[in-house]
T-cell receptor, first 115, second 117 residues
């Protein structure tokens, strides 16, 4: 079975600062993908970034980067230069090769960006 | 390009009443998902379709929940009868499908928020 753990229920960061949201995962499948989604108060889940288990480099998408440490089974999201619009719920998710295209989500981290 | 469309956005019903949610996926996406999201939790898969075939419905409470995806495009999720514990957000998502290293990210609708009184 696959499991995603997000241990930070809430985080605060000042505008323009960087913040790291933690995610650890557990799977016995050697091939998997890791995703981060943002969910603002409107409710829609917005895809942010993807990391494949065999990718040699950490993924980056604009202000988002993924700190992938395979041996530790962690896939932390780093948001640089935080903006007020980054305030939202953030979910880490995983898909394994043997599980079809099904995402398993963590419980999320509520991020609040302050002035 | 239009995103995933869901309706209704909000629904309030009394317990034991039926309710239905509709989803129109992104054009060309063969895979469609229904997820349940309880307050303060991450989404949990209810059912996944590949075209019109339900390939994963192991988490769907079949005594009261049903779903269909006619012609492999739109989908409907029904609850009959609804219970108090069904109050949640029902998210629909679609994707081109993906295996292994292919990204195949899911695109979500805004969800249908159900309140059962």
């Amino acid at each position: 079975a696959q499991k995603i753990t997000q241990t930070q229920p809430g985080m605060f960061v000042q505008e323009k600062e960087a913040v790291t949201l933690d995610c650890t995962y557990d799977t016995s499948d050697p091939s998997y993908g890791l995703f981060w989604y943002k969910q603002p108060s409107s409710g829609e889940m917005i895809f942010l970034i993807y990391q494949g288990s065999y990718d040699q480099q950490n993924a980056t998408e604009g202000r988002y980067s993924l700190n992938f440490q395979k041996a530790r089974k962690s896939a932390n999201l780093v948001i640089s230069a935080s903006q007020l619009g980054d305030s939202a719920m953030y979910f880490c998710a995983m898909r394994v090769t043997g599980g079809g295209n099904k995402l398993t989500f963590g419980t999320g981290t509520q991020l609040k960006v302050e002035l | 390009e239009a995103g995933v469309v869901q309706s209704p956005r909000y629904k309030i019903i009394e317990k034991k009443q039926p309710v239905a949610f509709w989803c129109n996926p992104i054009s060309g996406h063969n895979t469609l998902y229904w997820y349940l999201q309880n307050l303060g939790q991450g989404p949990e898969l209810l059912i996944r379709y590949e075209n019109e075939e339900a390939v994963d419905d192991s988490q769907l409470p079949k005594d009261r929940f049903s779903a269909e995806r006619l012609k492999g495009v739109d989908s409907t999720l029904k609850i009959q009868p609804a219970e108090l514990g069904d109050s949640a957000v029902y998210l629909c998502a679609s994707s081109l499908g993906g295996q292994g290293e292919y990204r195949g990210e899911l695109f979500f609708g805004e969800g249908s928020r159900l309140t059962v009184l």
